[in-house]
């Protein structure tokens, strides 16, 4: 069989580097072939080229990216970003492989949070009540105040002694208080679920530290994630963030649209949603049964060397000599 060639965006995000150790792990004869805004990333060392490229929403973006997947024949796409996502499924009539991503109007949806809690309204799926800050009603006790648009905890104020004071690119939600739970969903070609991983985790920096699979949650959780996927337009790997809140309520709060950064815990655990993504998008096949097992995790800092390398912009690829430790 002749190698394939997939491209990985984000190689220098979390993201990124668990897709390509996930890849790495199969053991299947693929090329792969990185991108990100900078030249050198952590994801270098597993990738056989890499590529700096603008950020997604830089009118450069996908010509450059059309030149690479063409350059390199490239036959599978991976965003691992929120708008890579959206911009590479908006124009993936210009990019000469297969983008593995939701439809670019679901997409946009769910990378704005307000949009997101009017788009689930509309559709009767639960998610937290919201509001811009010029129609908050000081129904609540307590308060977040986040950015409609973002990643992790950047922009997040408790209880502003104002609220009604900030722009519309920000929202409102009720602070609701309980354990914090990850849910990884599949949605295969076909539109149906393929199977989902519930974690419970603690957050450094707005990214995973600690995680802890959780099943308590998921006949609660199916109902969810089956209308969000009636809806239409997601497909691949997804996740929905939620609280519990005291009651046992499920409390939705945020949609990734992509594989989210647990997924190398997730391979592990027997929630391998690279290896399904590769099945079915690369290899036309379908994709394994998932079968879970019962799991923590702790994430920890390791390093890649580059003994005797005096010039970063020299360390592309796998081929520079290195050392992991």
């Given at each position: 069989m002749e190698k394939k060639t997939v491209l990985v965006t984000g190689t220098g995000?979390?993201?990124g580097q668990g897709v390509l150790r996930n890849i790495r792990s199969l053991g299947r004869d693929i090329r792969i072939v990185g991108t990100d805004v900078s030249g050198f990333t952590a994801g270098n060392h597993l990738c056989d080229a890499t590529y700096a490229v603008p950020y997604s929403y830089d009118a450069a973006f996908i010509p450059a990216m059309a030149k690479i997947v063409r350059d390199e024949k490239v036959d599978l796409v991976i965003p691992t970003t929120d708008y890579e996502i959206?911009?590479?499924?908006?124009?993936?009539?210009?990019?000469?492989?297969?983008?593995?991503?939701?439809?670019?109007?679901?997409?946009?949806?769910?990378?704005?949070?307000?949009l997101t809690y009017q788009y689930h309204e509309s559709l009767g799926?639960?998610?937290?009540?919201?509001?811009?800050?010029?129609?908050?009603?000081?129904?609540?006790?307590?308060?977040?105040?986040?950015p409609r648009e973002g990643?992790?905890?950047?922009?997040?104020?408790?209880?502003?002694?104002?609220?009604?004071?900030?722009?519309?690119?920000?929202?409102?939600?009720p602070l609701h208080k309980g354990r914090e739970i990850t849910t990884a969903f599949y949605v295969k070609k076909d539109g149906s679920l393929h199977g989902l991983l519930t974690m419970e985790r603690e957050l450094s920096n707005g990214?995973?530290?600690?995680?802890?699979?959780?099943?308590?949650?998921?006949?609660?959780?199916?109902?969810?994630?089956?209308?969000?996927i009636a809806a239409g337009g997601l497909r691949g790997s997804l996740n929905l963030q939620s609280i519990v809140d005291a009651n046992g309520t499920i409390i939705p709060f945020e949609v990734n649209c992509r594989i989210s950064g647990t997924n190398s815990i997730r391979h592990n655990l027997g929630f391998q949603d690279v290896k399904y993504t590769l099945q079915?998008?690369?290899?036309d096949e379908q994709p394994d049964a998932v079968h879970t097992i019962d799991g923590i995790a702790i994430r920890l800092l390791y390093d890649v060397i580059y003994p005797n390398?005096?010039?970063?912009?020299?360390l592309t690829n796998n081929q520079q000599g290195h050392i992991v430790y």
């Open positions: 995000g979390n993201v959206y911009y590479l499924s908006r124009f993936k009539d210009q990019i000469d492989a297969v983008v593995v991503a939701s439809d670019a109007d679901t997409a946009q949806k769910y990378l704005d949070k307000y799926i639960p998610f937290a009540k919201s509001w811009l800050p010029k129609d908050y009603d000081h129904s609540q006790t307590d308060i977040i105040l986040k990643r992790g905890s950047r922009g997040i104020l408790i209880n502003p002694a104002n609220p009604t004071q900030f722009g519309d690119d920000c929202m409102i939600q990214a995973t530290s600690k995680s802890k699979v959780v099943r308590e949650f998921d006949a609660a959780l199916e109902p969810i994630l089956s209308k969000m079915e998008y690369l290899f390398a005096t010039n970063e912009q020299t």
